[in-house]
């Protein structure tokens, strides 16, 4: 594999670089580096944290995969797309499906249909995740970048990790929240009772997530409708931080509680997202209306 150095990438260490563009785990990485497997402008690299530069050639001789159960298209999988180019693909999930493969499904995934229209995904990145960038819960809809190839997918996730990435969400919480905004700024790990769940705890990984008040309700039940904007990408962020304020998503029955709305699921939705193209960094912004099951939660609000 040969690639040329984007200036999304300038300055990142060749490791990251070549996990990225290969998909392989940091360990493999490590073990090609050590074995002469890395070349950066035709000389071998000698240290992992080396850091690259744009238009640096970088040169990987990536070993033969082991053949496993990698994901395979299938076209029951119906995938909303909103965009889609060479470089990346913007969806807007709809809440039930599960976003890639893992212990609990095996099958019939958003990675799974993405394969069916875009078979060149399947040597993007992870190969149980092919081109995935970030993720939504399985309840939660709402929009989504897929990046096409390694190049896209090694820029769109610098851009998280500078946290250049909006990611905006529209979510109906429990309560009133008195203040008109704040910041929920408070780190994010497995709980210690229930593995399964995560909770804010002091060994968790440090976690932001900005809040506005946008209406409130006081009938049939008080709730307050919030736009959320991560500024981290834990998992379960917003649900976890609203449910340590006190005002957990309406249907979230994991970190909140049964409600008199009876929903079937959190009312979260992923209304907005906005990041620099991969290709010209030009920024692009993408929104999506609620869908139609939380719409009609919110006109019997009042």
């Known amino acids: 594999m040969k690639e040329t150095v984007p200036r999304a990438l300038d300055g990142e260490r060749v490791d990251r670089v070549v996990a990225f563009l290969t998909g392989l785990p940091r360990s493999e990485v490590a073990d090609l580096v050590a074995n002469g497997g890395v070349r950066l402008d035709g000389a ?3 240290a992992r944290s080396r850091r690259v530069a744009e238009g640096d050639v970088v040169e990987i001789d990536v070993p033969e995969a082991a053949d496993s159960s990698h994901p395979i298209a299938d076209p029951t999988v119906e995938v909303p797309v909103v965009h889609a180019d060479e470089h990346v693909i913007v969806v807007d999930k709809p809440a039930g499906l599960v976003v890639h493969p893992g212990a609990g499904q095996r099958q019939g995934t958003l990675v799974h249909g993405l394969l069916h229209l875009y078979p060149d995904l399947a040597d993007v990145g992870d ?3 092919p081109g995935i ?7 939660t809809s709402g929009l989504m970048v897929v990046a096409r190839t390694p190049l896209a ?3 769109l996730t610098a851009q998280l990790k500078r946290r250049d990435v909006e990611r905006r969400y529209l979510a109906l919480v429990v309560g009133e929240v008195g203040e008109g905004r704040g910041v929920v700024d408070a780190p994010i790990g497995r709980s210690a009772r229930q593995p399964t769940r995560m909770a804010v705890t002091a060994r968790g ?3 932001r997530t900005r809040y506005e008040v946008l209406e409130r309700y006081t009938g049939p039940v008080a709730a307050t409708l919030l736009e959320c904007r991560l500024e981290t990408g834990r998992t379960h962020q917003v649900r976890v931080h609203l449910a340590a304020i006190g005002h957990p998503v309406v249907g979230d029955t994991r970190y909140g509680r049964t409600d008199a709305l009876a929903m079937k699921r959190p009312f979260l939705h ?5 990041f620099d193209h991969p290709a010209d960094g030009s920024r692009r912004r993408f929104h999506s209306p609620l869908p139609l099951d939380l719409a009609e939660v919110r006109e019997h609000l009042d």
Do not use: Q, S
């Open 44 to 46: 071998a690299v000698r």
């Open 153 to 155: 997918l090694a820029a």
């Open 205 to 207: 990984r440090a976690a």
């Open 133 to 139: 960038v970030h993720r939504l819960d399985k309840g």
């Open 127 to 129: 190969r149980e995740r």
């Open 270 to 274: 992923a209304h907005e997202l906005a």
